[in-house]
């Protein structure tokens, strides 16, 4: 394939980052942190969201943006057409896609172009068998893959490659300084803001209402639990019924359903622990985020959480459908001293630092893009 040069016959750094839709989920928020950090290096970065766009940061400046509008993949022809155009009406170097949906529509368009594709798969569950065929029989069409989990370079890139390619591991971005510096109010005034007390012990869950990440098992299990409370952070949907799941299991007075913010490190540092009980993963932001701040983790065993978190030694696993397990990992959790806490979250602490460096994810993120351009 050719690319594109400029004038004075340099490289052209121009990017199209694509997704499903731009929101708030983990994928979402990667490629914001990636199009920061690239255009800092002087690359052209356009993101481009296939359906209506729905984030909850801002774009990074200097960054642009293309917003298809459409409400459900139903459209997806449409939006092949579409893409189509704006790819060669801008002729981008390298076009990065990020989530399933927008990869089988990207993928078709690769005859159609000259620019290199790199797919970035960013948990196990990539749907059907039938997409996992999809994915296998157009790997021709794709000049390189990535993923941010060895779980899944080991589970599944293997099967939807039918090159003999080696998967390119390339972790989450996440700067911990910067995290930790977002903290903008004490514990004690975010408790107040939300009439908890200092004593209560606090727990919370981050991400979007939707059946992957199993709410319904984390409210049964919590029921098992006494005096503790529980934060709720995502988007709510009414379809899923938790506040009535709350009701029939006693606990509506202990939970409070946040929805959506923008305020989540306070909310993370005004805690006491974190639970993730998702059925899929790949690497969950919010567990990073949550352990960043030092809280002890209680999650299932799914994607990369086995990467960061020891059972029982940086954490603890737990099986998503076992309700009390689940349960009972809460409560050892919430039995913990200080300095079994301490010790916890320092090694949880150390495996992030070791892991996620941001300024080493992007040298790789460039390094890829660049082998596929020169």
């Not at 594709?117 to 996992?132: D, V, Y």
């Not at 998702?278 to 919010?286: L, V």
């Not at 919430?334 to 979250?345: F, G, M, P, Q």
């Amino acid at each position: 394939m050719k690319f594109e040069n400029n004038i004075k016959g340099t490289v052209s750094k121009k990017i199209f980052i694509v997704l499903t839709r731009l929101g708030g989920g983990g994928a979402e928020r990667q490629a914001y942190y990636l199009s920061k950090e690239l255009i800092n290096r002087g690359w052209d970065i356009t993101l481009i969201s296939i359906l209506q766009a729905r984030p909850d940061f801002q774009l990074p400046s200097g960054a642009k943006f293309i917003d298809f509008g459409y409400k459900n993949t139903k459209h997806s022809l449409l939006a092949y057409f579409r893409v189509i155009k704006v790819i060669n009406d801008n002729k981008p170097s390298v076009i990065l896609v990020m989530t399933i949906p927008a990869d089988v529509i990207i993928r078709l368009t690769a005859p159609l172009h000259n620019a290199k594709i790199i797919s970035s798969i960013r948990n196990e569950n990539i749907g059907s068998k039938w997409r996992e065929y999809f994915l296998r029989l157009t790997d021709k069409f794709i000049d390189a893959l990535t993923t941010n989990s060895m779980t899944a370079k080991n589970n599944i890139c293997s099967r939807i490659s039918s090159k003999d390619r080696e998967t390119i591991y390339i972790g989450n971005y996440f700067d911990i300084d910067a995290w930790q510096n977002s903290v903008t109010l004490k514990k004690s005034e975010v408790r107040k803001n939300l009439k908890l007390e200092l004593n209560d012990f606090v727990w919370i869950s981050i991400g979007s209402q939707n059946p992957k990440k199993n709410y319904p098992t984390i409210i049964k299990a919590f029921s098992k639990t006494t005096k503790s409370k529980l934060l709720i952070v995502g988007t709510h949907r009414e379809s899923l019924g938790l506040r009535e799941i709350a009701l029939k299991y006693g606990v509506a007075d202990r939970i409070l359903f946040l929805g959506r913010r923008t305020d989540v490190p306070n909310l993370i540092n005004a805690s006491d622990a974190f639970i993730l009980a998702s059925f899929y993963e790949g690497t969950p932001n919010s567990l990073v985020e949550a352990a960043a701040l030092k809280l002890p983790i209680v999650s299932s065993n799914v994607g990369a959480v086995s990467e960061i978190i020891q059972n029982g030694e940086s954490g603890f696993l737990i099986d998503p459908n076992d309700i009390d397990i689940i349960s009972d990992k809460m409560k050892i959790v919430e039995s913990l001293n200080n300095s079994d806490v301490k010790s916890i979250t320092n090694r949880a602490m150390y495996v992030i630092r070791e892991k996620f460096d941001n300024n080493k994810v992007i040298d790789k993120w460039e390094s890829v893009m660049l082998n596929l351009i020169k």
